[in-house]
């Protein structure tokens, strides 16, 4: 594709590229940047609330778990009683478990052998042109036998099923223990 591209286009469409992505959206950055600081969110994290906390809130638990000061009554350890390690292993859980929404809603599940190894032979092409519905149809590649295809759904959606069941046991401990994340 780029040897297809005149000398004068190699240099045009970087720079093009640059000028549109970089500089013009320059002032909208450094506007999200202050209303950040200001006030903790911007105007680019409410188009997508979901995906801003799913990258947020896993990252302060990790954190809070590095040095807990203090864990609820039920983690106390009773052998070492300054020791709140149980409390940072739930905290872990609990972040790993929210990170799950970002896999159920990219539908990616790269943690299983056998879905990457399916992804990569998938070799997914679009068909924009109208089924009968009216909706574009995914079609695979001609080399994706239909086994496979089987398997291949099949595996997404329990892998799927298990991602979700993972971020609802997080939520659910995450409202069960909201107002013990403090430091």
């Not at 872990?92 to 799950?100: T, Y």
Request: proline residues 4%; aromatic residues 18%; charged residues 35%.
């Amino acid at each position: 594709m780029i040897d297809d591209l005149k000398w004068w286009e190699k240099i045009y469409y970087p720079v093009y590229r640059f000028w549109k992505y970089k500089v013009a959206c320059f002032p909208f950055d450094v506007k999200c940047f202050i209303q950040r600081g200001r006030r903790g969110w911007s105007e680019k994290d409410v188009w997508s609330v979901d995906d801003y906390l799913t990258r947020i809130i896993p990252e302060m638990l990790r954190e809070l778990a590095k040095n807990p000061m203090g864990c609820p009554e039920g983690f106390i350890d009773t052998e070492e009683p300054y020791s709140c390690d149980k409390w940072s292993a739930k905290l872990r859980e609990i972040a790993d478990g929210l990170e799950q929404w970002e896999v159920i809603t990219s539908y990616r599940f790269p943690f299983n052998a056998e879905w990457k190894a399916l992804e990569d032979k998938r070799n997914l092409r679009w068909n924009f042109e109208p089924a009968k519905n009216g909706c574009s149809e995914m079609k695979f590649s001609d080399d994706f036998t239909k086994e496979e295809q089987d398997r291949y759904w099949v595996l997404s959606k329990h892998l799927e099923e298990v991602a979700m069941s993972e971020w609802h046991s997080a939520m659910a401990d995450f409202q069960k223990y909201f107002g013990n994340l403090w430091d």
